[in-house]
């Protein structure tokens, strides 16, 4: 429960809401007993030959006379201590005094409460003279009037207090999910493909709601439903505390059993979480890669892998519902138990005129039939509230495993450091040196070894080499993507670690194989990242990576929305726009993985046109295989199972270097064929 208690800290900001549905939920409370209270009245209406005002004259006159008897009493048994105190000293002496003064306390015990009740019958008796009609008929509809107005009150009184705890709810939801999602966005490239984003999907989703319903419960039926029992215990207290502590026996043993079954709750409900992350795996593989599973026929594979994971979330989900139903049938068969235990010695005293049971006395006189109904009808009222609790436990437990699935990544720290408050590269004019660098994605498998590499400035290199060789892994050190295991990059004489990632990533232009782009309109694709940018400033840069052409054939241009991944425009389209969106940046470092990949024929001698021009004056880094893109290199570095081979030019290298000459064959009759 401590990450759940943690959640509790984002409702804080919102407490003014949160006393308020208190005072709404007491207000509840409050009604709904006193609204059960009135049966008593009624009661006494419908079954005597009177009205209230005789009736409370009566139960006046009837506490006058029983304060008399118990003043003489008291007397009699003063006296009678002060005459066995004058006794010599002896053992009977001191056991009758011991009695005496046992039932001395005992006689201004009731003294005390007739005169407390003589109180409350003589202010009663104002409210009834002033208010209450004569005729019984019209105080009955007077009492049940009296009845629907307070229904009504509570009503509105419930209204407000469901309506300031959603409240409070949903916005703390807001600011967890924001303060989530801005841990997250700080993670590394890595931290995102360990776990998979399906997991952080559910974070984001289900597990966000389960979390809700928790609060809710908590600000809600945890405390509106145990200050309802508590009114009705309070009332029926009034009437017997006695017989009300015996129907309360029971309860130690409801709370033990809902502890048992809150803890196997709470491990069948983080059970459910990964069932659910998993079934958003399924469904984010196979809506991202629709064309390979249609192409490949894969419909019937992904159909099973989903009818699996739903399986497997049913099971799990059955042990969830199977304990919630349980519970409230047994949290309710204790319930009428307890009642039904009260009511029996409740009837024994009514229906024998006593006032013991068992030795054990429950009431100062005998109850009146009134009295007793009125007292079960508060004990039978508090069955509902207990039924509404049953749940409780549980749907905190499951909001518990979900707030520990949430903060699990609320409290991961990224790898890549950001320094504070960190140098701030304003401009690169320098060289950039690799420096001994080694890394690794899993400890004992190293992807780059004693990488050392010198780059001046304004120079273009290409790397080179078979799939797996740790080209991308090493153009991805210069942002700072992942940070290597071992060794040092330089920027303009300085380790890059010291810069601020902000103004370390604003030098460096990216435009990767996967070409990326969000569900939005062109122009604010290419303005990513920037603020304010006039239209002249986006067409130029569009302009500049071919790409203005085909936006203005658009049908609404520059604000046509391109969908998600941006599946409306083509492949060579999608990267021209990417391009645009880095010479928009106008970075000092560029970067371009694979750019050309999907490019067809058409699109690719555009962007080398582009490049031609853009990579004039910046340093660049190409990772690609195609002859064209090679020729823009002035160095080309071949790389091999993570260690440099040979670094040279294109010439130097075919004369000097076995494997850019067999990557370069390979490649020469790839174009062939």
């Known amino acids: 429960m401590r990450n759940f208690l943690r959640a509790l800290r984002f409702t804080w900001p919102y407490r003014r809401r949160i006393f308020a549905s208190l005072f709404c939920a007491l207000a509840v409370a409050l009604l709904w007993g006193a609204n059960f209270t009135a049966i008593y009245p009624v009661l006494k209406v419908l079954t005597r030959d009177t009205n209230l005002q005789t009736w409370v004259d009566n139960e006046i006159r009837h506490k006058e006379s ?20 004058s006794l010599p000293a002896s053992r009977s002496r001191e056991r009758r005094l011991a009695e005496l003064t046992r039932d001395l306390a005992k006689d201004e015990s009731d003294l005390a409460q007739a005169r407390w009740l003589l109180g409350w019958f003589q202010t009663l008796r104002l409210y009834i003279y002033k208010f209450c009609p004569q005729d019984r008929f019209e105080t009955l509809i007077y009492l049940l009037s009296i009845v629907v107005l307070a229904v009504g009150i509570k009503g509105l009184f419930d209204f407000a207090q469901e309506a300031f705890v959603g409240s409070v709810v949903h916005l703390a939801l807001l600011d967890l999910r924001n303060r989530l999602y801005d841990n997250v966005l700080r993670l590394d490239v890595t931290q995102f493909t360990e776990d998979g984003t399906h997991e952080l999907m559910a974070r984001f989703t289900n597990d966000m709601e389960l979390l809700g319903n928790g609060l809710k419960t908590l600000f809600g039926k945890l405390i509106a439903e145990p200050l309802k029992a508590l009114s009705c215990i309070l009332f029926a207290c009034f009437i017997s505390w006695r017989l009300t502590l015996l129907f309360l026996v029971l309860v130690p043993i409801a709370v033990l059993t809902m502890s048992k079954v809150g803890a196997y709750m709470k491990r069948a409900g983080r059970k ?24 490949f026929t894969l419909e019937a594979h992904q159909r099973l892998q989903l009818y699996k994971a739903s399986r497997d979330y049913y ?26 235990g009260a009511l029996i010695g409740g009837s024994y005293l009514v229906l024998r005129q006593q006032t013991h049971i068992w030795g054990l006395r429950m009431t ?23 039924r509404k609790l049953s749940s409780v436990y549980n749907k ?15 409290d991961r720290r990224p790898r890549v450091i950001n320094p504070f408050p960190g140098r701030v590269l304003t401009e690169h004019r320098r060289d950039i040196v690799f420096r001994d660098i080694c890394f690794s994605y899993q400890p004992g498998r190293p992807v780059l070894t004693n990488i050392s590499l010198e780059i001046r400035f304004g120079e273009v290199i290409a790397i080179v080499g078979r799939n797996g060789s740790g080209k991308s892994t090493l153009a991805g050190l210069l942002p700072r993507f992942y940070d290597p295991d071992h060794g040092v990059i330089l920027i303009d004489g300085i380790d890059h670690r010291e810069f601020s990632l902000r103004s370390l990533r604003r030098q460096i232009g990216f435009v990767g194989q996967e070409t990326i782009l969000f569900d939005d309109t062109i122009r604010n694709n290419i303005t990513a990242g920037l603020r304010h940018v006039s239209q002249d ?14 936006i203005m054939q658009l049908k609404d241009g520059y604000d046509t929305r391109i969908g998600e991944l941006g599946q409306a425009l083509s492949g060579g389209q999608r990267q021209r726009v990417a391009l645009a969106r880095a010479i928009l940046r106008n970075p000092a470092i560029l970067i371009l993985d694979e750019f050309t990949s999907a490019s067809d024929p058409e699109s690719e001698i555009l962007l080398h046109k582009a490049l031609r021009e853009f990579v004039r004056h910046r340093t660049t880094l190409i990772i690609s295989h195609r002859l ?23 010439a130097e290298l075919l004369q000097q270097c076995p494997l850019y000459q067999r990557l370069f064959e390979r490649h020469s009759h790839r174009q062939v064929a």
């Open 66 to 85: 029983e304060i008399d008897r118990l003043q003489e009493l008291i007397e009699r048994r003063s006296r009678e201590i002060q005459r066995v105190e």
């Open 272 to 295: 459910m979480l990964e069932s659910m992350s998993q079934l958003y795996k399924v469904l984010q593989e196979t809506f991202l890669a629709i064309k390979v599973v249609k192409a």
């Open 315 to 340: 099971r799990r989900g059955m042990r969830l519902v199977i304990i919630e139903a349980l519970s409230g049938p047994v949290m309710e068969w204790l319930a009428v138990l307890a009642v039904a």
């Open 364 to 386: 100062a006189e005998p109850l009146e039939p009134e009295s007793l109904l009125a007292l079960y009808a508060l004990l039978a009222a508090i069955a509902d509230p207990v």
């Open 396 to 410: 905190l437990q499951s909001g518990a495993a979900a707030a520990d699935r949430i903060f699990f990544y609320m």
């Open 537 to 550: 400033l986006v067409e130029e840069a569009a302009r500049r990576a071919y790409a203005h052409e085909f």
């Open 628 to 650: 064209s893109t090679l020729e823009l290199a002035d160095r080309i570095v071949v790389l091999e199972k993570g260690r440099i081979e040979a670094i040279g030019t294109h």
